[in-house]
């Protein structure tokens, strides 16, 4: 079974751009969930799809948002980019409850500059 | 609100030797508990988790974590470390939100020497 996928790997934007990452879950997952991963603040949730529909939403400000799609692939965006933006974005994928083992993408590393 | 605190943020240990990265929670509710691993340049991946029953939970290369109430604790521990043990190792706990939230520590870099 081939694993989580995130497009595109590596970015570098400048401030004030907009973002749009990718993931793409193993197949049968219906949940997505995404994080953002940084030196300073460790991983924090971002939020979590499940079946097209947003079920959970970390602490980030509006500028950060998502969707997921029938198929269950899962896009996130940054608008007005900002310094503190650069960081590594992991999505995860499961078949949607507390219990199930959530399985990580390889991240997409974004350089905001 | 939940919390995860990863006590040590780096364990140097020589091979062979034996280890344990601490990990405390606080939660109000029932929770579930992680342990997840990450390599150099590389996603999470789970090692452990523990759902209900059993205390003591235990991976297929040697790892162990003990559940303890009382404690509000989920220590993971192995007895002999290898080489390839290097990795950053993130303790988390489930959201008390419905979905898949998982709320991390700040992780443990283990570094193994020989």
């Known amino acids: 079974k081939a694993g989580v996928t995130q497009t595109p790997r590596y970015l570098i934007k400048t401030r004030g751009q907009q973002v749009t990452l990718s993931c793409s879950p193993i197949s049968g997952h219906r949940s997505v969930s995404w994080y953002q991963q940084t030196p300073g603040q460790g991983l924090q949730f971002l939020f979590e799809y499940f079946s097209e529909t947003q079920r959970n939403k970390g602490n980030f400000p509006g500028r950060f948002s998502g969707r997921q799609f029938s198929n269950s692939r899962s896009e996130m965006n940054v608008s007005t980019l900002e310094l503190g933006d650069s960081a590594l974005y992991l999505c995860a994928s499961s078949l949607g409850n507390q219990v199930d083992t959530q399985y990580f993408g390889p991240g997409t590393r974004l350089t905001v500059l | ?114």
């Open chain 2, 1 to 114: 609100a939940q919390s995860v605190t990863q006590l040590d943020s780096q364990v140097p240990v020589f091979e062979e030797a034996p280890v344990e990265l601490r990990c405390n929670y606080s939660s109000s509710v029932s929770v579930y508990l992680f342990w997840y691993v990450q390599y150099p340049n590389q996603g999470l991946q789970l090692l452990l988790k523990y759902l209900s029953g059993s205390t003591l939970v235990e991976s297929i290369n040697g790892f162990e974590a003990e559940f303890n109430k009382s404690q509000t604790s989920f220590h993971l521990r192995k007895p002999s470390v290898h080489i390839s043990d290097t990795a950053e190792y993130f303790c988390a706990v489930s959201g008390d939100q419905a979905g898949t939230a998982l709320i991390f520590g700040k992780g443990t870099t283990l570094s193994v020497s020989s």
